[in-house]
């Protein structure tokens, strides 16, 4: 037998297995990329309409007569209860960049501030809700820009 056909052989061997491992682990890595933004995207659109759904419920709340100051903050804290947006926070905290989970946190931090706002006496004569209100909608414009850039550099 010649040692240079089996060297041959061995070498061919050697680099087809390599080739097909390299070429593996780079689709392996595509698709853990691919699965890893559909998820950021999956939780950053259930957390952007939590945040939403809790803010437009609190306004209607606020809207709604002939309830006691105590019902309108018991129902206040059941609203901002009800839309997950605390546990969706969360899990947020663990996929996000760092700095995309601190602007989250604040987001929702705004979102308690206009809950807080049931606290007073007459929240419908209340003037700081509009500003409350315009504070939480700066928030929830800056998280929106946050998570798209962070969506578009994965």
Do not use: C
């Amino acid at each position: 037998m010649d040692w240079g056909t089996l060297a041959g052989t061995a070498l061919g061997a050697v680099l087809g297995v390599s080739t097909t491992l390299l070429g593996e682990r780079s689709r392996w890595r595509r698709e853990n990329r691919s699965r890893e933004r559909a998820a950021k995207q999956q939780l950053y659109g259930e957390y952007l309409a939590a945040l939403w759904l809790t803010r437009h419920r609190l306004r209607d709340l606020k809207r709604q007569g002939g309830l006691t100051g105590e019902e309108r903050i018991t129902r206040a804290g059941e609203i901002l209860g009800s839309t997950n947006a605390f546990q969706l926070l969360h899990q947020l905290r663990i996929m996000a960049p760092d700095s995309l989970g601190e602007v989250a946190e604040q987001t929702f931090k705004r979102l308690r501030d206009l809950r807080d706002r049931f606290d007073e006496p007459d929240v419908s004569t209340d003037p700081e809700w509009s500003a409350t209100q315009a504070t939480l909608g700066e928030a929830l414009d800056t998280l929106h820009r946050a998570m798209r850039s962070d969506l578009n550099s994965t």
